[in-house]
């Protein structure tokens, strides 16, 4: 059964960073693309990131680019996305996915998991 | 403002047929690029739906189906159940943007 649990969500000051891991298991996290999804507040899924299937290739929203870093440990089996320069507009439910199709731009989301909630406030 | 388009909410009674819209542009949708749908219950994990325009994963039943023309795509239920209220949401790719995009979302109410 394919499992994705996040975590390191929490409260940070505007300027402040965080890093949010996503532990994947159920299946062979190397042979997959993966991406982090965000939901704002009242708000609908939003796109931020995503990695290849090894770690060579990195994509952003043009929101995040330069603020967030996306990567991925495959020893561990964990994906993760660091997140500097954070503003309230960041505020929202962060989910990962595992990305299924070919090619690329194909990609579609066949698994998520169940979300943690990155707040920016002072 | 969401790259592809979808209308706030629909309703329907319990039995009935429900669509529901994803308009694109031609930089998505319309350059060719494949749509995908999810189920999203409030605090759960978001659900794939439809994948490839028309394809359902095993075990979305088939009161689901998908459909793509020219610069739009549409999620059809029929036979609309109560556990069916959710929001909805359609899914492609964006050359311009170089990255993946939603749409704002549908929220589907059984009356």
């Known amino acids: 059964e394919v499992q994705l649990v996040e975590s390191g969500g929490g409260l940070v000051q505007p300027g402040g960073s965080l890093r949010l891991s996503c532990a994947a298991s159920?299946?062979?996290?190397?042979?997959?693309?993966m991406s982090w999804v965000r939901q704002a507040p009242g708000k609908g899924l939003e796109w931020v990131s995503g990695?290849?299937?090894?770690?060579?290739?990195?994509y952003y929203q043009d929101s995040v680019k330069g603020r967030f870093t996306i990567s991925r440990d495959k020893s561990k089996s964990t994906l993760y996305l660091q997140l500097n320069s954070l503003t309230a507009e960041d505020t929202a439910v962060y989910y990962c996915?595992?990305?299924?199709?070919?090619?690329?731009?194909?990609?579609?989301?066949?698994?998520w998991g169940q979300g943690t909630l990155v707040t920016v406030s002072s | 403002q969401s790259v592809l388009t979808q209308p706030p909410s629909v309703s329907g009674a319990p039995g009935q047929r429900v669509t529901i819209s994803c308009t694109g542009t031609?930089?998505?949708?319309?350059?060719?690029?494949?749509v995908h749908w999810y189920q999203h219950l409030p605090g759960t994990a978001p659900k794939l739906l439809i994948y490839?325009?028309?394809n359902r994963p095993s075990g979305v039943p088939d009161r689901f189906s998908g459909s793509k023309s020219g610069t739009s795509a549409s999620l059809a239920i029929t036979g609309l159940q109560p556990e069916d209220e959710a929001d909805f949401y359609c899914?492609?790719?964006?050359?311009?943007?170089?990255?993946?995009?939603f749409g704002g979302g549908t929220k589907v109410t059984v009356l």
């Open positions: 996915a595992k990305a299924q199709g070919h090619p690329t731009a194909a990609y579609y989301f066949d698994f």
């Open positions: 159920g299946f062979i996290f190397s042979g997959y693309a």
């Open positions: 990695i290849s299937d090894t770690g060579a290739g990195t």
């Open positions: 031609s930089s998505n949708i319309g350059a060719g690029y494949d």
């Open positions: 490839g325009n028309n």
């Open positions: 899914q492609s790719f964006d050359s311009s943007l170089s990255g993946w995009v």
